[in-house]
């Protein structure tokens, strides 16, 4: 379906709210609906590219400034520098759509995860919020609010959204 340059959404909410678990959940869903999706995790803490013992991570505890791995169909290439989301997301131009799970203090478009057991209210500026999955029985005007339980009720307004900036910018 790539038409352009890939439409950006974060999957925001509190930690363990369960971003990754509907992440994962619409991936297949969003692959049956012709789109190809990139996920950007941010980590907030630092986190081990490549784990001890492994030949790349032997190079970078050994004073590699980088390191790559690859098979034939898929590759990593772990860099010490800084980067951005901005940077990661020109990673992946072939993708319709890239998912970034977290930012939720961002401008980027995103849906906000609510699970009653870790919070109450959402904490994204509401500006910025495509829809609530949640569990709760929330209420925001002018913001569609989706069952935790049903990514396909997620991956649908997804869908919808990057149909409208297709649309927008054709």
Same mark, same amino acid.
């Given at each position: 379906?790539?038409?352009?340059?890939?439409?950006?959404?974060?999957?925001?909410?509190?930690?363990?709210?369960?971003?990754?678990?509907?992440?994962?959940?619409?991936?297949?869903?969003?692959?049956?609906?012709?789109?190809?999706?990139?996920?950007?995790?941010?980590?907030?803490?630092?986190?081990?590219?490549?784990?001890?013992?492994?030949?790349?991570?032997?190079?970078?505890?050994?004073?590699?400034?980088?390191?790559?791995?690859?098979?034939?169909?898929?590759?990593?290439?772990?860099?010490?520098?800084?980067?951005?989301?901005?940077? !990661?997301?020109?990673?992946?131009?072939? %993708? /319709? =759509?890239? &998912?970034?799970?977290?930012? $939720?203090?961002?401008?980027?478009?995103?849906?906000?995860?609510?699970?009653?057991?870790?919070?109450?209210?959402?904490?994204?500026?509401?500006?910025?919020?495509?829809?609530?999955?949640?569990?709760?029985?929330?209420?925001?005007?002018?913001?569609?609010?989706?069952? !935790?339980?049903?990514?396909?009720?997620? %991956? /649908? =307004?997804? &869908?919808?959204?990057?149909? $409208?900036?297709?649309?927008?910018?054709?």
């Amino acid at each position: 379906m790539t038409v352009g340059k890939p439409v950006v959404i974060a999957v925001s909410g509190v930690k363990n709210s369960g971003k990754t678990t509907l992440i994962e959940a619409m991936l297949p869903l969003l692959a049956d609906m012709g789109l190809g999706v990139a996920v950007i995790k941010h980590d907030g803490h630092c986190f081990d590219p490549d784990p001890p013992g492994t030949d790349t991570g032997r190079f970078m505890a050994a004073g590699a400034a980088g390191t790559a791995i690859f098979d034939g169909e898929k590759f990593k290439i772990v860099k010490k520098q800084p980067v951005t989301e901005d940077v !990661l997301i020109s990673q992946f131009p072939e %993708a /319709d =759509l890239i &998912l970034l799970e977290g930012f $939720k203090h961002t401008p980027w478009p995103k849906l906000e995860v609510v699970r009653g057991a870790i919070s109450q209210a959402p904490v994204s500026d509401p500006a910025t919020l495509l829809g609530l999955v949640t569990d709760l029985d929330l209420a925001l005007p002018g913001i569609p609010i989706l069952p !935790l339980g049903e990514p396909k009720a997620a %991956a /649908d =307004l997804l &869908l919808d959204y990057i149909q $409208k900036e297709r649309k927008h910018h054709a």
